[in-house]
């Protein structure tokens, strides 16, 4: 199975340090949580296609040579005169540990044209999508509409929300929208920083069950170092994570999904789906997470099908 995804596109300004004046540093890395998914999959072996949307811009055009060099179709990424190509300024501090303040106002990646990206979606056998495109009025009916379109036409639909405050007009809206479209998936993730936010639960157990509640078939909690909870109908358990020395942890959610996900498509979905394999696959996302978050960049510290072996 393909796994196609929609959303932003963006360029993270992430810091990278300080010159002699202590001036921060930045470099310019292509991401974008629906983007970062498609490249993770990918990487793993799995064909992937992008829907989204770039300014007509330097900046677009490196994240157009980006999903290319890493195999990703890109004929859906559309190219816009209306913005220029989005900005997240991302800070790292001593732990590895983020912060973003974005440069969307708007930016191109709400300027989705509708009609192309349901064109884009009639066929998607996987569809992903993320909350940050949900943020922006001006295309979240698109995404909502396309999650639908692909839903009716029998795609298997994945979520991952992304919780960024500065985005939102308050919290109480990000709550109301990023819960609107749960029952339109069948595999959602969630940190544990977003259980509340998702389900009015704190303890991974109880979100995991609450998602299940709103009509999600298989719902994963990421527990950062302590790796994975996951629940599927009856069954459920705690897949541990792998140790080591954190570099950038820009990235690592996208590679846990990407690479979960990607085992669901090599798999064909979640028919037949056994308890057993559902470990399998998080031991697997968790390894692949754990490789990104020990190395810097999001895309470049992506493991290859190489580093990894499927128990």
């Known amino acids: ?14 810091q990278t340090g300080t010159d002699a004046n202590g001036n921060a540093i930045f470099a310019a ?8 998914l498609a490249v993770a999959a990918r990487k793993l072996g799995v064909e992937t296609a992008f829907v989204g949307c770039v300014g007509n811009d330097p900046f677009g055009a490196i994240l157009k040579t980006t999903l290319l060099r890493y195999g990703v179709d890109a004929d859906g990424l559309q190219v816009t005169d209306r913005a220029d190509t989005t900005l997240a300024v991302v800070t790292v501090d001593a732990h590895g540990e983020r912060s973003f303040t974005f440069c969307r106002k708007p930016g191109a990646d709400t300027q989705i044209d509708r009609a192309r990206a349901l064109e884009a979606v009639s066929h998607a056998e996987i569809l992903h999508f993320g909350s ?12 909502v509409s396309a999650v639908r379109r692909a839903k009716e036409n029998g795609a298997l639909i994945t979520y991952d929300p992304n919780y960024r405050a500065s985005l939102w007009n308050s919290e109480a809206e990000a709550i109301e929208i990023m819960r609107s479209v749960l ?23 109880e979100a995991a069950q609450a998602l299940l509640d709103r009509g999600v078939k298989l719902a ?7 790796g994975a909870y996951w629940r599927y109908g009856p069954d459920s358990g705690t897949v541990p994570g792998f140790r080591v020395k954190v570099a950038d942890t820009n990235g690592a959610g996208d590679t846990f999904f990407g690479a979960f996900v990607s085992r669901i498509a090599k798999h064909g979905g979640l028919t037949g789906l056994t308890p057993e394999r559902i470990e399998r696959f998080v031991r697997y996302a ?3 997470a754990s490789i990104t978050a020990s190395r810097p960049g999001a895309i ?3 493991p290859t099908e190489d580093e990894l072996t499927e128990e």
């Open 1 to 14: 199975m393909r796994i196609m995804t929609i959303g932003e596109i963006l360029i993270d300004m992430t």
């Open 300 to 302: 470049p510290a992506m």
């Open 132 to 143: 940050v495109s949900l943020a922006a009025a001006a295309c979240r009916d698109t995404i």
């Open 286 to 288: 968790n390894r692949a």
């Open 220 to 226: 994963l909690v990421t527990l950062g170092a302590n």
């Open 183 to 205: 029952p339109l998936c069948d595999v959602v993730k969630l940190s544990e920083e977003e259980t509340r936010l998702l389900t009015g639960r704190e303890r991974a157990e």
């Open 29 to 36: 890395i292509p991401g974008g949580a629906p983007a970062n």
